[in-house]
């Protein structure tokens, strides 16, 4: 992934190439607390996929719990499965909390994403996650192994979105990922899915040069989503925060400010203690407020 016609002022094209190295979201309790880092502590899942932060203090307000899947707070992982009927069994076992009625299989009028099977559920903290098994025809080659694993790995996240193109301008134009595909969902199965009345949503995906993507889910209908609150911060347990790898964070600042983007940190922040594996980066928000951390550091140097 390259910056679309050099709208990123980099000393060179490939300092700005950005992966998406990882997902962060803030719980409420860990099972086994490592000793405390600092104020926040980060315990990175599943090779740096997934990457959970408790916060100490202060502690943060949980997730509203009349939260619909349209309102713009929400986001999810989607972890792909082999087989959907033994993950779900799996997940029953452990009493988790469902979000959607049960798995769905989309239909196969849908040209791109008829034959899918997805389920959504919840962990102990309310966040949003979803198992996902895609058919033959569909999905990345090595999601289709066959190595007698059950849970394969993350593919994407997937945002709430209140308008597809303002979206398309932060993350591909200012950011410079590309679309990766599309699709117009709707019908009985969708409704069962999200668990809203009406659901009509146009999806779609974006990849950057390597890791997991970043899937719009725009709701056509019904249009009562709620925005995200303005006066969320990082330790509210709804806050996400999606990670980006680039060799040069400080060169996506113009084009970030140019496009009045709002930007969490004061700039680029270089951190004298890199243990949370990141050296220098900038914490910014996208048209709905979704957060992104842009940064470098070890956390980067995994190789996908």
Known sequence: MQPEQGRLRARSRAACTLVLCALAAVVGSAATPPAPISAVDSVALTVSDLELQQFLAPRGRPVPIDSRSNDRWFQ?????????NAAYARLQSFNVEQASSAPQRLPD???????????????PDGHNLEVLQF????????????DGRLFLGIDHTAIVVADTEASLHFYRDVLGMRIAGSSDNYGTEQEHLNNVSG?????????AAHGPGIEFLEYLAPRSGRPLPADTQPDDLWYWQVNLCSAAPAAFEPALRDSHAPLLSAGTIELVDPTLGWRKGLLTRDP????????????????W
């Open 288 to 303: 709905d407020g979704h957060a992104s951390l842009i940064a470098e550091g070890q956390s980067c140097t995994r190789t």
């Open 135 to 146: 058919p033959a025809d569909k999905g990345a080659r090595k999601w289709h192994a066959r």
């Open 109 to 123: 009028w849908n040209p791109n994403a008829g034959g899918i099977e997805a389920f959504y559920f919840r962990d």
């Open 199 to 207: 659901a009509h949503l146009r999806i779609t995906s974006l990849r």
């Open 76 to 84: 999810h992982v989607a972890i792909i499965v082999s087989d959907m």
